[in-house]
Every structure is written in C-alpha cells, then in structure tokens.
C-alpha cells in the first residue's frame, strides 16, 4: 500500500482518481446490493478519471472488478462486493490529499456568516443566497422586536392590575368636548370680523 500513497502524491490526476476508487470501495461496503455501486460506466465521467490512471484500474480489477465484454464498464458480482475484503481494502487505502489545498493556507472560518460553502456557486446564486439569508435575518429581528412588545404589554397589564396608585391618564380625545373643537370659521371667520 506504499505505492499506492507514493501514486497519491505523483500528481493531481492520480490523486483524484485514488479518490474516487475509495468512494467506489466505499459505496460498495455501505451498499453491495445496489446496481448502480457494482458497476463502473469506463465512458463516463467517473470512468474516465480511472482510465486515465491504469494504477486505479488494477487496483479495481485486484478487488475482484473485471471489464464486460464490450469494455464499455467494470463490474463485481454482489457476492464479491459484500467481502469482507472490501471492508479491509477501504481502510488500508491512503487518505486522499490535495496537494492545492496543502499547499495553501485554510482561511480562518467566519463568525456565523453563512452555514453553507459559496464554492462553485454562480454570482445569481450567491446573491439568491445572500438576499435569503438577510430575509432570514430580518425575520429574526422583527420577532424579536415583537417579543419585546408583548412583554411590555405584558408588564404594563401587570401593573394596571396590581399597582393600587394606577390610574387611567386623560386621553387627548377625552379631554375634548362638543364646544372644544373648533371650526376655521369660528376662529377667524364671520364670527371674529375677518
């Protein structure tokens, strides 16, 4: 398994693919009566990663992988897939590495911005994004804010009931009688001499 390691870190491909064969390996031990886990279509994208490093495609045909007919794909009979093999193959391959992101320095994570990773994501769907959670925010706060108003009207309920030097004020519509609203007319107009 040293080789495999020393084929990790060969190149980015190489250490693509022996990723994608552990993931291969590993749907195998969580599914091995599953179809679409026990064969490998060469011509498509996944297949493609493997066919461009023959390593990985020993390595699949040593697990008991073996090519149709046509060669179009690998294929394992489910008796193979549920061995205990499998499951000790999947632990002894290499961790994948990636030689970008040992390179470069992680960023520090931010505070509670966003629970979701924005790589990869178009510019309209970052901004979907964004606006949503700003909405989500703002839903927040006006919760809050209510909250808040409930317990003051909760409180002020509190002390109508129970202060005994509570009394209701004047209101300004109480205070007006029939004689206390005035018109223009009566203010300045025929009346006054204006």
Same mark, same amino acid.
């Given at each position: 398994m040293d080789a495999l390691g020393a084929l990790a870190e060969s190149s980015d491909e190489a250490s693509r693919a022996l990723q994608l064969v552990k993931k291969i390996v590993g749907n195998l031990v969580a599914h091995p009566a599953e179809?679409?886990?026990?064969?490998?279509?060469?011509?498509?994208?996944? /297949? &493609?990663? =493997? @066919?461009?490093?023959?390593?990985?495609? $020993?390595?699949? #045909?040593?697990?008991?992988?073996?090519? %149709?007919?046509? /060669? &179009?794909? =690998? @294929?394992?009979?489910?008796?193979?897939? $549920?061995?205990? #093999?499998?499951?000790?193959?999947?632990? %002894?391959?290499?961790?994948?590495?990636?030689?970008?992101?040992?390179?470069?320095?992680?960023?520090a994570p931010r505070a509670a911005a966003s629970s979701m990773p924005t790589t990869g994501m178009s510019a309209k769907r970052k901004a979907k994004m964004l606006i949503e959670e700003k909405e989500r925010a703002e839903k927040e706060r006006a919760k809050e804010l209510r909250k808040e108003e409930l317990e003051r009207i909760r409180q002020d309920a509190y002390v109508r009931k129970n202060d005994p030097n509570w009394k209701s004020g004047v209101s300004a519509a109480a205070g007006k009688g029939g004689e206390a609203i005035s018109t223009f007319r009566e203010k300045f107009g025929e009346d006054k001499g204006g």
């Amino acid at each position: 398994m040293d080789a495999l390691g020393a084929l990790a870190e060969s190149s980015d491909e190489a250490s693509r693919a022996l990723q994608l064969v552990k993931k291969i390996v590993g749907n195998l031990v969580a599914h091995p009566a599953e179809e679409k886990f026990r064969s490998i279509n060469l011509h498509g994208k996944a /297949g &493609q990663k =493997l @066919v461009a490093v023959p390593e990985c495609l $020993a390595l699949l #045909e040593s697990l008991g992988f073996h090519k %149709t007919e046509d /060669g &179009q794909s =690998l @294929v394992i009979p489910e008796a193979q897939a $549920a061995s205990p #093999e499998m499951v000790t193959a999947l632990g %002894t391959l290499p961790a994948p590495q990636d030689q970008r992101a040992a390179a470069a320095p992680t960023p520090a994570p931010r505070a509670a911005a966003s629970s979701m990773p924005t790589t990869g994501m178009s510019a309209k769907r970052k901004a979907k994004m964004l606006i949503e959670e700003k909405e989500r925010a703002e839903k927040e706060r006006a919760k809050e804010l209510r909250k808040e108003e409930l317990e003051r009207i909760r409180q002020d309920a509190y002390v109508r009931k129970n202060d005994p030097n509570w009394k209701s004020g004047v209101s300004a519509a109480a205070g007006k009688g029939g004689e206390a609203i005035s018109t223009f007319r009566e203010k300045f107009g025929e009346d006054k001499g204006g």
